[in-house]
């Protein structure tokens, strides 16, 4: 997995550091914060340092859960959803890709829960982005 870029406590990610790094896939950024906040109204928008990955992570939270977390890449970022286990026949029914079911499917364990994780380089990404939100925002 590449390495996130935030990774200067001393720097509080702003849009314009975001987008001064991820470039033209700025678009996909806004689109994706755009329709998260009309899906989501209540949804809120966290940035916080964590000190055992060194790294700066932002964080959708829906009624006290993270609906995902997003890290920042050279060029692009990526997004980050964890479900357990109760989640798999939802996804696997999803109109996710294929290669996104199997990838969670046989994903890494952590405990009861499973990842997935998609990096943002189209808008078919923020397409899956979008299926995957609605299916973590309504498991309990």
């Known amino acids: 997995m590449e390495p996130l870029v935030l990774t200067d406590k001393s720097v509080y990610p702003d849009d314009d550091l975001i987008f001064s790094i991820i470039g033209s896939n700025s678009v996909y950024w806004k689109k994706l914060l ?11 928008e966290v940035w916080k340092y964590y000190n055992d ?40 029914k999803s109109s996710l ?13 952590y405990g009861n829960l499973r990842a997935i994780t998609i990096k943002v ?17 309504v498991m309990k």
């Open 34 to 44: 755009d329709s998260i906040r009309e899906s989501y109204p209540a949804s809120e």
């Open 53 to 92: 990955g060194k790294n700066w992570l932002f964080r959708i939270i829906l009624k006290k859960k993270t609906l995902f977390w997003i890290g920042v890449l050279a060029d692009t970022f990526r997004i980050t959803f964890y479900f357990g286990d109760k989640a798999e026949p939802a996804i696997l």
């Open 97 to 109: 890709s294929e290669e996104i079911k199997i990838a969670f499917i046989n994903g890494k364990r």
């Open 121 to 137: 380089q189209s808008g078919e990404d923020i397409d899956n982005v979008l299926i995957v939100a609605g299916i973590k925002a």
